[in-house]
Each structure stands twice: as C-alpha cells, then as structure tokens.
C-alpha cells in the first residue's frame, strides 16, 4: 500500500486550497496516485506541481496555458519557443491593462479635481458619468 502525502498537508505546502486542488485534478492538470480505498496521496512532485500552476496562475496565466507550460516542464529536453511565445503573449496583455488603469487613474483624478463640492446639480463626478462623451479614459482606451 502507498502512502503519500495526504491533500491537507499538500494544501498547506503549496498554498493551494483543497477544492482548487480537486478541481486541478478533474481538468487534468494534476494525476495524484490513489490508495486501495480509492483516497487521493500525494508525492512532492505533486507538490511542486501544484506551486508551478498557482504561480502561474498569480500571473495571469489561463488554464490552457498552464496546461502547456506543464507539458513543456514535463518534456524539458524540447526547445522553450512555445514558453517564450506564451510569455510574451501574457506580456503584452499585462501592459495593456496597465496603460488601461493609468488611463482610468487619470480620468478619475479629472473627475475628482473637477468636483467643486458643491450639490449633485453640479457635480462634475456625475456629468462625466452621465455624460459618455465627456469620458477622457474610453478614447484612451480604445487607442491602446
């Protein structure tokens, strides 16, 4: 009989909680060996797995990436194009959200520094969002 690492312990090592872990599993992301009693046992492999795949998920990475960043892993004697691509991929995404928020940051710094504090009649936080047209941070972000 074999006995590995129960779920509690894996969960607490790798940072990943117990339902997450279970649903690693049914997509396929990650195989535990199973006891006679049919009860899920984990290795340090699994471990080690599941930190890659929460860290990638940290990153922004979506499951079909991380699917592909595992296979990779597991053939490490391949050419690392297809990880490089994902990187990249994932990288000019990062930096559209973020021209994205500097953007959104300055249309509500606008809105803020134009309210004057007086009644809503007046306020400039609610013409801008009445008001489409007057919204600096859409054309930003539709230039992007």
């Known amino acids: 009989m074999h ?3 129960a779920i509690g312990k894996v969960s607490e090592a790798a940072g990943v909680k117990i339902p997450t872990i279970r649903y690693y599993e049914q997509i396929g992301l990650l195989a535990p060996d199973r006891t ?3 009860r899920r046992t984990y290795a340090n492999e699994d471990i080690e797995r599941l930190t890659f795949i929460r860290h990638s ?18 053939h490490p004697h391949q050419s ?8 990249k991929v994932r990288l000019v995404e990062v ?10 940051k300055a249309e509500l710094e606008r809105m803020v520094e134009g309210c004057s504090h007086g009644r809503v009649e007046t306020c400039r936080v609610i013409e801008i969002l009445a008001d489409h047209g007057k919204c600096v941070f859409h054309d930003s972000v539709a230039a992007a």
């Open 3 to 5: 006995h590995g690492i």
């Open 95 to 104: 930096k559209r959200k973020i021209a994205s928020l500097i953007a959104l």
């Open 57 to 74: 998920r940290e990153l922004g990475f979506d499951i079909d990436e991380i699917r592909t960043l595992l296979s990779l892993q597991d």
């Open 36 to 38: 006679d009693g049919n």
């Open 80 to 87: 690392c194009h297809e990880a490089d691509t994902i990187a």
